[in-house]
């Protein structure tokens, strides 16, 4: 194993050496010692990681602003990891515009270090990704929801289920009110036919909440199905 281990940084070593690693947020070379393989520890640092007690308070603002709209709330719990600014809004942009999913092994050994609640958050869960649309897919070549799902789900140990459909495509929700979000993403969403469980515990992923639209949207259409026991997860706030 220490041979195995030492060839590896060897291998590394010449790899820097060869082809020189910069960070993706601040373009500073990465070092061998770095802790990441595409971000820097400075900028790893610099993430505004979010407190539990600063989720539950985020979520329970979610719940009385959808209120206030007259719009039903069908999650029962909510996670967030950071504060979408800074390096970590520039991560989630790479990821999800820049063709950043080689991005996702870094994001989730930051999770591990930063945000094991959130791991915590979904074990014995059924995680299920919001659909990309499909001229948005073949045009980045990925799903970035799907990916973090995915992730999350292996170093969990439970399972994806890609259960929910966009009917649709819609404008792009940056730039646009509450109420016009929440009309932007009305009924485009719904769940397909399913063996599962519907007393499963659900867990549905997206990359940012910024209104809650998106996701109030995709929870709705789970519990038409019948599904009860909604959560939902994302990796920014803001």
Not at 66 to 83: H, I, K, L, P, S
Request: aromatic content about 6%; some cysteine.
């Amino acid at each position: 194993m220490r041979v195995l281990a030492s060839t590896k940084r060897f291998c590394r070593a010449l790899l820097d050496v060869l082809f020189p690693r910069t960070c993706v947020t601040c373009g500073r070379l990465l070092s061998l010692s770095s802790s990441s393989d595409h971000i820097c520890d400075t900028c790893l640092s610099n993430m505004s990681w979010i407190s539990l007690q600063g989720i539950r308070d985020l979520f329970e603002r979610y719940r009385r602003e959808a209120a206030d709209r007259g719009q039903r709330v069908f999650f029962n719990g909510g996670m967030t990891c950071w504060e979408h600014s800074g390096v970590a809004r520039k991560l989630i942009l790479t990821l999800k515009y820049g063709g950043g999913s080689f991005l996702i092994g870094d994001i989730i050994s930051a999770i591990k270090k930063n945000g094991r609640h959130a791991l915590d958050f979904v074990k014995n869960s059924l995680l299920v990704p919001v659909p990309t649309h499909y001229f948005k897919r073949v045009q980045r070549d990925y799903s970035q929801t799907e990916l973090i799902a995915d992730s999350l789900a292996k170093c969990s140990g439970v399972c994806v289920a890609k259960k929910l459909l966009r009917c649709k495509n819609h404008a792009a929700q940056a730039g646009l009110s509450p109420n016009e979000r929440l009309r932007n993403v009305k009924n485009i969403f719904r769940c397909s036919e399913s063996k599962i469980d519907r007393t499963s515990r659900i867990v549905i992923v997206d990359d940012v909440i910024t209104t809650g639209a998106t996701l109030l949207s995709c929870c709705e259409a789970m519990h038409r199905r019948g599904f009860r026991d909604i959560n939902v997860l994302t990796l920014s706030h803001g």
